[in-house]
Nanobody, 125 residues
Framework: QVQLVESGGGLVQPGGSLRLSCAAS????????IGWFRQAPGKEREGVSC?????RRDYVDSVKGRFTISRDKNTVYLQMNSLKPEDTAVYYC?????????????????????WGQGTQVTVSS
């Protein structure tokens, strides 16, 4: 069974850190781009960070310099530092197959076939 499972969310004070994990089972991530998306109450889902199958990384402007995406075998991580209240949201990881020649990743949700169930991140004092 193909599955993505996120973990690592929780409650943290402003300025704190969390590391989210996205573990894949039932398939290998070698040929996939992985995206992290988030959705806050009353807002649309937005792309936060992604990593292509060729390990090219991208970040939305609001998290550049604070978040770092990485992958290790069949798990992808999102290290989140200097967290702000506006980072509060449900965070989802997603996997999308890419051809070998594709270098970049995308924040378009339609390019991702598999989605996790989400993990809540709350930044509050």
């Amino acid at each position: 069974q193909v599955q993505l499972v996120e973990s690592g969310g929780g409650l943290v004070q402003p300025g704190g850190s969390l590391r989210l994990s996205c573990a894949a089972s039932g398939f290998t991530l070698d040929n996939y781009a992985i995206g992290w998306f988030r959705q806050a109450p009353g807002k649309e889902r937005e792309g936060v960070s992604c990593i292509s199958r060729r390990d090219r990384r991208d970040y939305v402007d609001s998290v550049k310099g604070r978040f770092t995406i990485s992958r290790d075998k069949n798990t992808v991580y999102l290290q989140m530092n200097s967290l702000k209240p506006e980072d509060t949201a449900v965070y989802y990881c997603a996997a999308g197959a890419q051809p070998p020649f594709q270098r970049l990743c995308s924040f378009r949700p339609g390019e991702y076939e598999y989605w996790g169930q989400g993990t809540q991140v709350t930044v509050s004092s």
